[in-house]
Nanobody
Framework: QVQLVESGGGLVQAGGSLRLSCVAS??????MAWFRQAPGKEREFVAA????????YYADSVKGRFTISGDNAKNTVYLQMNSLKSEDTAVYYC?????????????????WGQGTQVTVSS
């Protein structure tokens, strides 16, 4: 049984930091990513890491502020979020794909976590 379990969300003031974690079990994945969804908005890509080759991708809105990292052997991915803004408020989801697909498209991912709330107060 495949499971993705996120942790690390919470309430933080603008300018603060949070670190999200996601542990995947049950399968080996070629790529893991973070997406987020704010109320009334579509789910959007945040960052992704491809284990083979170590390619990393970011949405323009988080470049320079967020860092994705992980441990392939442990099927674990992290999202370090610095200089948080109120517009970063959303439910953050961990996602994993078995193989291929576009890194930024939510429809390309095979498995999802339950999400963790991040709230940034201004």
């Amino acid at each position: 049984q495949v499971q993705l379990v996120e942790s690390g969300g919470g309430l933080v003031q603008a300018g603060g930091s949070l670190r999200l974690s996601c542990v995947a079990s049950g399968r080996a994945f070629s790529r893991m990513a973070w997406f987020r969804q704010a109320p009334g908005k579509e789910r959007e890509f945040v960052a992704a890491i491809r284990w083979s080759g170590g390619n990393i991708y970011y949405a323009d809105s988080v470049k320079g502020r967020f860092t994705i990292s992980g441990d392939n052997a442990k099927n674990t991915v992290y999202l370090q979020m610095n200089s948080l803004k109120s517009e970063d408020t959303a439910v953050y989801y961990c996602a994993a794909v078995l193989w291929g697909g576009s890194y930024y498209s939510a429809t390309q991912y095979d498995y999802w976590g339950q999400g963790t709330q991040v709230t940034v107060s201004s």
